[in-house]
């Protein structure tokens, strides 16, 4: 998938979160930020004009799930 270098400010609270949720899936902030951007913006209906965000989402998140599923097998 493309990426987009971009410069965001979030509250220190979410960033915290963010960081711990990508660690525990075993993804970097980044990429665990950009799923749940995408996950969200399928969630509240955003326009899908430049592709098929929802499929890409779900298809995502099946990766996520199994490397979670992983991390726990592994402890």
Not at 2 to 9: G, I, M, P, Y
Not at 44 to 64: F, I, M, P, R, V
Request: overall charge negative; hydrophobic content about 55%.
């Amino acid at each position: 998938m493309a990426t987009r270098k971009v410069t965001l400010s979030i509250d220190h609270t979410a960033w915290a979160l963010a960081e711990a949720a990508a660690a525990r899936a075993g993804i970097s902030p980044s990429a665990w930020l950009s799923a749940a951007a995408r996950r969200e913006a399928v969630r509240l209906g955003a326009g899908t004009d430049w592709g098929d965000a929802e499929a890409e989402a779900l298809a995502y998140d099946g990766d996520l799930a199994a490397a979670e599923a992983d991390i726990r097998a592994a402890r």
